[in-house]
């Protein structure tokens, strides 16, 4: 059963600073997907990873994939207030003909002026 | 385009009624499918759907039917509801699923079961 861990769960950070979260998954994938939540909205595709070493950027936020590790990672550059959400990366699992999306947690960052 | 769409927005049920939340997208997508969203949880598949007439299980089908007789439309269903299913719910779609295609997730649907 495919296990999908973010970290950390909760990111308060201050404008300008950089950070990077975390998204650990425990069986072999191919496809990987960040996507972002605004409180009481719905959710917006940021990015989908789909190799080895695959690297995605828009504006601020740069995703990466290590399909070896079992890792993706989504760098925040130059906080903004306006880059306050949740972040949800979710990972398809290489199983013959697999369509069962599994979500991590989640991680709320908070951007603090 | 309306895209994904859902209804109702909010809904209050007693335990044990029945509803059916409604989900439709007007992309001609194929592959269309529901989440549940608990607090500190993230997103849980319960069904899902590759065509018209097709649906199959997801993480947590227990306590939910589904059925797909058109393209469009893809209903939830709920029995006998109960306060576990208290929850927020979305429909996705996309054009070939999940393992070709980035999903469009609904506005979402808050249900609090009584």
């Known amino acids: 059963e495919l296990k999908v861990e973010q970290n950390p769960l909760f990111l308060s950070m201050q404008e300008g600073k950089n950070y990077t979260i975390y998204c650990n998954y425990s069986?072999?994938?191919?496809?990987l997907y960040w996507y972002r939540q605004d409180p009481g909205k719905s959710l917006e595709s940021l990015f989908v990873?789909?190799?080895?070493?695959a690297v995605k950027q828009e504006g601020r936020l740069m995703a990466s994939l290590d399909t070896k590790a079992r890792l993706s990672t989504l760098h925040i550059t130059a906080a903004v207030h306006d880059l306050s959400a949740t972040y949800f990366c979710?990972?398809?699992?290489?199983?013959?003909?697999?369509?069962?999306?599994?979500f991590g947690k989640g991680t709320k960052l908070t951007v603090n002026p | 385009n309306a895209g994904v769409t859902q209804t109702p927005k909010f809904q209050v049920l007693k335990t044990g009624q029945s509803m059916t939340l409604q989900c439709a997208q007007d992309?001609?997508?194929?592959?269309m499918s529901w989440y549940r969203q608990d607090p500190g949880m993230g997103l849980r598949l319960i069904h899902y759907?590759?065509?018209?007439?097709?649906?199959d299980q997801g993480e947590v089908p227990n306590g939910y039917n589904v059925s797909r007789s058109t393209t469009e439309d893809f209903p939830l269903r709920l029995l006998s509801a109960a306060p576990s299913q208290t929850s927020v719910y979305f429909c996705?779609?996309?054009?070939?699923?999940?393992?070709?295609?980035?999903?469009?997730f609904g506005p979402g649907t808050r249900l609090t079961v009584l």
């Open positions: 759907s590759v065509g018209a007439g097709i649906t």
């Open positions: 069986t072999t994938s191919d496809r």
């Open positions: 992309m001609n997508h194929e592959y």
């Open positions: 979710a990972v398809l699992p290489t199983q013959g003909g697999s369509e069962k999306l599994v």
């Open positions: 996705a779609s996309s054009y070939g699923g999940a393992s070709t295609d980035t999903q469009y």
């Open positions: 990873l789909l190799s080895n070493g």
